[in-house]
Every structure is written in C-alpha cells, then in structure tokens.
C-alpha cells in the first residue's frame, strides 16, 4: 500500500514527495501523478476533519439565543425587579421560606412550569397575591398597579429561566 507524506519534514526538498516503498526500490514517479495523489488523499480527509472540528467545537453545544428572546429576558429581569423582587429578592421568599423560586421548591409546590408560573402569577396564591387585570376574588389580588397577560406571560418565563440556571446574577436595565 503506497502512503502519500504530506509532511515537510518527509520530503526531499521543496517540491518533492516521497512514497512509502518508492525510497528502497530507487524507483521514481511522475511528480504530477504524486501531486494528485496527494490532493486526492487531502481531499478525502476534509468530510472527517470537518465533523469532528464540528462535534467538538463549543459552537455546537450551546444554545443559541436571539436578539429576541435577550430582549424578553431583559423584559422579564426589569419587571420581576418592580414588581416581584421585595419578597422574592434572589428568587427567595421573604414571606413564605418554603415557596421560593428555586427549581426544588417549584416542583415541591406544583409550581415547575411556565404556565403554572403564569397561573400563580395572575391570580394570586396562598399568601402572594395575583397582579393579573382580570384577578379575582379581590382579596386575594394586589392592591397595587397590575399587570397585562404579556408582561405576566414575561415574568413566568423569566423565573423558570432563572430557576433552571439556579438564579444567577444578572444586571436588570430599568426601562
């Protein structure tokens, strides 16, 4: 089986190609055939080399996140800072130890998902109080400014993020 060398430190000189064999029968080849040998074997290596650079590369891994939804995290991180944060600061609870928004407690409480999240949001739940226009009964509802199904519909995303990265540190932009 005849290798091509592709490395420098193989060759003769500047131009020339040794093949495996070729060397010990003192036979030579065209340098044209030895050079499009040597592309062909490249070319053969760049579909594998490629995937691999692909399959490893930290690009692959992540998940992409678009101007979009960075905007709506800012959104959701400016509204959870007025309206939420002077009882769940950190995503804690100041009131209720045992309801804060941490993943365990979430799940622990039947609260895990963003549609919970939003129900809780809207209507109020034991001693936190719904901000949703349309909350009833009245008293479990704020007796502050309330909020459109969008910006609740916001904060819901915006906590089950936080809760599922374990509440990291993030800067709030107020708008």
């Given at each position: ?44 290596l760049a ?20 101007l ?17 944060i ?25 609260a ?13 739940k ?48 107020q708008?």
């Amino acid at each position: 089986m005849w290798i091509p060398s592709v490395m420098s430190c193989c060759s003769d000189g500047p131009n020339s190609l040794l093949i495996k064999g070729n060397e010990r029968r003192g036979e030579s080849q065209n340098p044209v055939a030895l050079k499009q040998k040597e592309v062909k074997f490249a070319k053969s290596l760049a579909l594998p080399l490629m995937a691999a650079i692909v399959a490893l590369s930290p690009i692959g891994n992540s998940t992409p996140v678009s101007l979009g939804q960075t905007l709506d995290i800012q959104k959701g991180a400016s509204l959870f800072s007025r309206t939420c944060i002077g009882c769940h600061d950190a995503g804690g609870n100041i009131i209720q130890p045992g309801a804060t928004l941490f993943t365990k407690d979430l799940q622990r409480n039947g609260a895990d998902t963003e549609e919970e999240i939003y129900r809780i949001t809207y209507f109020g739940k034991g001693r936190m109080p719904g901000f949703g226009e349309n909350c009833t009964p009245r008293g479990q509802c704020t007796f502050g400014a309330r909020l459109q199904d969008e910006e609740i519909k916001l904060l819901a995303q915006f906590v089950k993020s936080q809760a599922d990265q374990g509440w990291p540190d993030i800067e709030i932009s107020q708008e």
